[in-house]
């Protein structure tokens, strides 16, 4: 009894040469150029028309506690600071060290005042 042949695996088949489906369709009116969207639907993004009220994050506490694995949270802000904890007893001391920048941070109490 012998083993089935395998089949050749070296070289890929040559890529089709007809028109693919995904290729679109020449437009009615003869002009040949693709129709790109609905009638009646923007084609082009427009801005945003809410407009912001002034505010941007200056600050931010990021913390990532997978199940079973050691918590670690980043404090970042604009002024500079950017400290890193790895830990329980670290990450909380860290959480509450950000809360207390939030209210010192020179750039944040500067924006506050220009606000009032």
Known sequence: MST???PHLKSLPPPPTDPSTADPAPA????GAPKDVAEGVPSSVRS???TGDGRYPIAW???SAPRGAVPS???ICECGRNLFAAGHRKVLAL???H???RT???LRTTEERIAT
């Not at 009615?28 to 002009?31: D, P, T, V």
């Open 95 to 97: 959480i509450d060290d």
């Open 73 to 75: 949270a980043t404090s």
């Open 28 to 31: 009615a009116s003869g002009s």
């Open 61 to 63: 506490l990021t913390i």
């Open 4 to 6: 089935p042949r395998r």
């Open 48 to 50: 945003d028309p809410q």
């Open 104 to 106: 010192r941070c020179p």
């Open 99 to 101: 809360n207390r920048h």
